[in-house]
């Protein structure tokens, strides 16, 4: 129909969403070098041998209750982990784990949810190593079809924080959910707990009373490291604000499945995985310096140092070139405040990174541990996931393609009524466009309609024009931009920091056929 | 046709050249103020009076010849200048002069051709004001047809240098002319001799041997002035080379106005107003340290001082936001040599601004005053042109349209020809595209062909991808990106700077249907 063919352009036509042509299946490099040699002398004490006559597994080796294994968790000196109906003692392949320590959350339990959710496991090399570590079976008493029963299985979102009900759910674990069309237009900071949420993971669990104690580990390049404590980062550094939109790479996926009749994978967001908010915290090269990162030598270029990695709580990792890490005007945070609040804990209570103008997925949120390097990241985020590839690329060097980080121009409907916008705060004479468009040689009678909608750029850039069309892009007319970002009656405008970091909202009124309506949707437009 | 159809795209789809919907006829503000009451106490001596019978002409006023006017020249206590067949001393006028001393250009002769080029004085205010200075007439002997003869008016162009045969001439005076395609595509670096030329005006003349006293004063916003010569700049400043593409914003306007079968006003260019090359000179930001200007106040966005503007020998000026004069990624220099040879004339001989990744209006020649101020520079050009519009808009208000800076990505096929690309410096197995594309059921006989081209990003930004269609954009192909920029057999990568300041240069091999040709060409194809 003539209304859902509205196109809104920049000057630049958008368009640009990333296609992951398929999930990463391939293994990480340090998963292919072999396991150390066990140098554990502790061996597992056997258990009376099996007398259950189903159970032909085998006998050399001793069963397990549940309640067993869940003795040897995180705190355990020797962990175990449970996949499918074996147990495993992992305390050997701990110091080899690529994730580090992340597998420790599923110690005294089952793994097979996490590995559902760090699908990288999913292969015959994973599988190798962790036959290594076998050191028996969970009892015939404990299984269900021969597997532990659902409820033995601990559910590692069940510690997740209550949401908003308004938020649209596309995950529940991990949650992720857009932000409301209606709250996309309505505010231009969204509220915290509108704010989108998007999840690779669970959400790590800090006391609010232990957060100032929260540790954040920086490693330089030569291994040397420095601590800082929440505490300390609040103290001694200069406190920053910025006002930064943040946008997953996936926003308006679902605009791009539908316009161009393919299926992508990921998340199927409409317009609403984006959202806006003021950001506390200190400057992340105030921080690296103090840890001794030589500034001016980056500056020059001529630092070995090329990449700052961060590494979330729940292990979720990425990594930011380090020209826009120590860009002076980049204003890149390390931040604990969200719209003058703590951090809530969908949005990396009590520490966050947040990279203004690039794509969210590389403000890492819970972050303890920033690695500086001379690669990116190694986690499957930066590596094997937000890269664009060509519409005709189905077989994808991933290694080749470049990280996303600044986003692209993006534009996007968010909401559409009949009659004009009734909005008090809006001047009306700034509304009235230019009635010179084309009007068909019947002079149908014309249905006013109001749409709002957001654009945005990354890397700092700002919109200077949204246009309009009602006819399919065969004339244009400009909507109104409104001024978020200047100063009123004597406040001081509410957008800091050095670039265009935020959206910019605006609004449109025009007129259309009134049988565009009639015709096609019986009196009410799409929805868009 | 097929061929016609190719597009380029970089995931993002180009487009954005710029409508500058009418010449600039709006008058300065400061021409509305008054001119300054004479304080001259010269008065013109009598000539005879007139006494030609055909001259019916003030009677009361003097004639002069144009001998006489001739000795009052710039270097004179009292210029004059023509304009029409009348006389005007401007000694009082200069002071009060918007342009400054470049009036003093034209004095000793006619001020009609300088007009010319500087329309914004064929404005009814001007005339008032230059009418006031009015002091007699040109005698009838020195007039054809009433104006002085074509021979007696000194031509502002005729010291412009020789320029390379091979330059397309799009206009002689003042000269703009692009680089021809083949030079576009053959070599990363432009020649300087087939570097585009974009002059709006004369080219200004600087003997070698002088060069080196030439002088640059800086301007900050209280009014301090230091002044640096050339030799100075070079030798008490650390040398910087930077490579960077200039790219006009109207590059490409002709294919704009082409396809949108739509009239816009400016250059003709096609796809070779943009060339790539080695700048060296010193960085602005060491330079404003060096005269007094607060970096680290402007770094914290507290400073009054919000633009740089420079102004160029010939009247030409611009501005850039302080934002990117200061950055200290944002390679911004004062530059003297380009190519590892001193600027050529037509490109400013001897100092020029380079504003790497923003538009070349920006990147003013012959530069000889650079002004610190809250405002953006006052000239035509960055108040009245160089601004975006929409489609759709007729009248504009040109106060409101912010000045385009960073240009938007860019990318055009310079070269089309039948048969395989032939360049034995680029390994034949990185052409070889996927075979996969669809081939009509047919099966017609395949005509193989190659492409060549460039894309370009302002703002420093890569390009990373180039997708081509030879099918009028059902299916795409990936272009080869020539490794112009990595390092190669022990030397360092010719590509110096903090962004991705130059373009990537791409070829591309495939195959359309032989009849794509014999039906719409006769067997040659579109030139692109």
């Given at each position: 129909s003539q209304i859902a063919a509205a196109i809104v352009s920049l000057g630049l036509l958008s368009?640009?969403?990333?296609?992951?042509?398929?999930p990463p299946t391939t293994l990480?490099?340090?998963?292919?070098s072999s396991p150390p040699v066990s140098s554990s002398s502790f061996k597992p004490q056997p258990a009376?041998?099996?007398?259950?006559?189903?159970?032909?597994?085998?006998?050399?080796l001793p069963r397990f209750r549940i309640a067993e294994v869940r003795k040897?968790?995180?705190?355990?000196?020797h962990p175990w982990v449970i996949y499918g109906d074996k147990v495993y003692d992992i305390t050997d392949w701990i110091p080899a784990h690529?994730?580090?320590?992340?597998?420790?959350?599923a110690a005294g339990g089952s793994i097979d949810p996490y590995w559902n959710i760090f699908t990288?496991?999913?292969?015959q090399y994973v599988y190798d190593i962790l036959s290594q570590y076998l050191i028996g079976y969970v009892d015939q008493a404990d299984l269900v079809n021969g597997k532990p029963a659902q409820d033995q299985i601990e559910d590692p979102f069940e510690n997740d924080p209550e949401r908003h009900p308004s938020l649209i759910t596309r995950?529940?674990?991990?949650r992720n959910a857009e932000t409301p069309a209606e709250a996309l237009s309505a505010q231009f900071l969204t509220p915290n707990e509108l704010f989108y949420v998007r999840n690779h993971m669970w959400v790590p669990t800090i006391e609010d009373s232990k957060s100032d104690d929260y540790r954040l580990t920086v490693e330089l390049l030569d291994g040397t490291m420095k601590e800082y404590t929440l505490r300390e980062l609040k103290t001694r550094f200069p406190s920053r604000k910025v006002t930064a939109v943040l946008q997953c790479s996936g926003n308006r996926r679902k605009h791009m499945s539908d316009d161009s009749g393919r299926q992508t994978n990921g998340l199927p967001w409409t317009s609403g995985a984006i959202s806006n908010a003021s950001w506390e915290g200190v400057l992340l090269s105030d921080v690296l310096a103090d840890a001794g990162f030589d500034l001016s030598e980056a500056m020059s270029g001529?630092?070995?140092?090329?990449h700052v990695q961060f590494m979330g709580l729940e292990a979720y990792g990425a990594s930011i070139p380090i020209k826009k890490a120590i860009?002076?005007?980049?204003?890149?945070l390390l931040a604990y405040s969200m719209n003058d609040e703590p951090l809530p804990r969908d949005h990396g209570f009590p520490l966050r990174a947040i990279v203004p103008?690039?794509?969210?997925?590389?403000?890492?949120?819970?972050?303890n541990h920033i690695t500086l390097s001379?690669?990116?990241?190694?986690?499957q985020w930066q590596r094997k996931d937000y890269k664009c590839f060509g519409p005709?690329?189905?077989?994808?060097?991933w290694d080749a393609a470049p990280a996303i980080q600044e986003l692209p121009v993006q534009s996007a409907i968010t909401t559409l009524k009949l009659?004009?916008?009734?909005?008090?705060?809006?001047?009306?004479?700034?509304?009235?466009?230019?009635?010179d468009q084309a009007v068909t040689s019947q002079n149908p009678p014309q249905q006013e309609i109001s749409m709002s909608g957001y654009a945005f750029s990354g890397?700092?850039?700002?919109?200077i024009r949204v246009d309009v069309s009602l006819d399919g892009g065969g004339s244009w007319t400009q909507a109104y931009l409104l001024p978020d970002c200047v100063s009123k009656n004597g406040m001081p405008s509410p957008c800091q920091g050095h670039g265009a970091w935020s959206w910019k909202r605006w609004v449109f009124e025009g007129s259309v056929p009134l049988n565009a309506f009639k015709e096609k949707h019986g009196g009410r437009p799409d929805d868009p």
């Amino acid at each position: 129909s003539q209304i859902a063919a509205a196109i809104v352009s920049l000057g630049l036509l958008s368009l640009a969403l990333c296609v992951s042509p398929s999930p990463p299946t391939t293994l990480d490099a340090h998963y292919a070098s072999s396991p150390p040699v066990s140098s554990s002398s502790f061996k597992p004490q056997p258990a009376p041998a099996p007398e259950n006559p189903s159970d032909n597994r085998d006998p050399d080796l001793p069963r397990f209750r549940i309640a067993e294994v869940r003795k040897h968790g995180a705190d355990s000196d020797h962990p175990w982990v449970i996949y499918g109906d074996k147990v495993y003692d992992i305390t050997d392949w701990i110091p080899a784990h690529p994730g580090g320590q992340v597998i420790l959350r599923a110690a005294g339990g089952s793994i097979d949810p996490y590995w559902n959710i760090f699908t990288i496991h999913k292969n015959q090399y994973v599988y190798d190593i962790l036959s290594q570590y076998l050191i028996g079976y969970v009892d015939q008493a404990d299984l269900v079809n021969g597997k532990p029963a659902q409820d033995q299985i601990e559910d590692p979102f069940e510690n997740d924080p209550e949401r908003h009900p308004s938020l649209i759910t596309r995950t529940a674990k991990p949650r992720n959910a857009e932000t409301p069309a209606e709250a996309l237009s309505a505010q231009f900071l969204t509220p915290n707990e509108l704010f989108y949420v998007r999840n690779h993971m669970w959400v790590p669990t800090i006391e609010d009373s232990k957060s100032d104690d929260y540790r954040l580990t920086v490693e330089l390049l030569d291994g040397t490291m420095k601590e800082y404590t929440l505490r300390e980062l609040k103290t001694r550094f200069p406190s920053r604000k910025v006002t930064a939109v943040l946008q997953c790479s996936g926003n308006r996926r679902k605009h791009m499945s539908d316009d161009s009749g393919r299926q992508t994978n990921g998340l199927p967001w409409t317009s609403g995985a984006i959202s806006n908010a003021s950001w506390e915290g200190v400057l992340l090269s105030d921080v690296l310096a103090d840890a001794g990162f030589d500034l001016s030598e980056a500056m020059s270029g001529s630092s070995e140092t090329q990449h700052v990695q961060f590494m979330g709580l729940e292990a979720y990792g990425a990594s930011i070139p380090i020209k826009k890490a120590i860009d002076p005007q980049g204003d890149v945070l390390l931040a604990y405040s969200m719209n003058d609040e703590p951090l809530p804990r969908d949005h990396g209570f009590p520490l966050r990174a947040i990279v203004p103008g690039h794509v969210a997925a590389r403000s890492v949120k819970w972050l303890n541990h920033i690695t500086l390097s001379d690669e990116e990241s190694t986690s499957q985020w930066q590596r094997k996931d937000y890269k664009c590839f060509g519409p005709n690329q189905t077989k994808v060097d991933w290694d080749a393609a470049p990280a996303i980080q600044e986003l692209p121009v993006q534009s996007a409907i968010t909401t559409l009524k009949l009659g004009k916008w009734l909005d008090s705060k809006i001047e009306p004479n700034v509304l009235k466009n230019d009635q010179d468009q084309a009007v068909t040689s019947q002079n149908p009678p014309q249905q006013e309609i109001s749409m709002s909608g957001y654009a945005f750029s990354g890397g700092g850039r700002s919109i200077i024009r949204v246009d309009v069309s009602l006819d399919g892009g065969g004339s244009w007319t400009q909507a109104y931009l409104l001024p978020d970002c200047v100063s009123k009656n004597g406040m001081p405008s509410p957008c800091q920091g050095h670039g265009a970091w935020s959206w910019k909202r605006w609004v449109f009124e025009g007129s259309v056929p009134l049988n565009a309506f009639k015709e096609k949707h019986g009196g009410r437009p799409d929805d868009p």
